[in-house]
């Protein structure tokens, strides 16, 4: 086989281009089990900043040491669970006014989740925090 310059100048460098993407990820620190949540010390980055991007999330299966973190191998934590009871809470000018209901989905930060109020009524909110869920 005959392979001119230039191609193999070009084979290495999207190798260095591929090492640098690489190395640009946040990766386990060490070999982390299942159902683990993430802590700053668990994740190797360039930054602190990149780190705690995923400080708080969740191990859905085992994640070796160095292997990439990213979704589905990690999520954010489930903070209102199916069927559970939350707070529902409304804001206006200041004033915050609350009741219970029951989650009929589970959500983590952020999600938008239908609460039921009562056996005819359920809005829907966003998951703020553990078992709360806040009305626009």
């Known amino acids: ?9 070009a084979g290495i460098g999207l190798a260095l281009l591929a090492g640098r993407a690489s190395s640009q990820q946040l990766r386990a620190a060490h070999d982390i089990a299942r159902g683990t949540v ?7 980055a360039d930054s602190s ?3 705690k991007r995923y400080d708080g999330w969740i191990t ?9 973190l ?7 934590r489930v903070l209102v669970a ?3 009871r ?11 006014v609350s009741r219970e209901g029951i ?14 109020i009562d056996a005819q009524r359920a809005v829907t909110g966003t998951v703020t925090g553990p078992a709360t869920v806040r009305l626009p």
């Open 1 to 9: 086989m005959n392979f001119g310059v230039r191609s193999v100048v």
């Open 38 to 44: 993430l802590a700053y010390t668990d994740i190797v």
């Open 49 to 51: 900043a990149d780190a």
């Open 60 to 68: 859905r299966r085992i994640v070796r040491q160095g292997e990439v």
């Open 70 to 76: 990213k979704e589905p191998a990690i999520g954010q």
């Open 82 to 84: 199916n069927g559970s």
């Open 86 to 96: 939350v707070r529902l809470e409304a804001v206006v000018d200041g004033v915050v």
């Open 103 to 116: 989650a009929t989905a589970a959500g983590s930060l952020g999600d938008r989740v239908r609460v039921r």
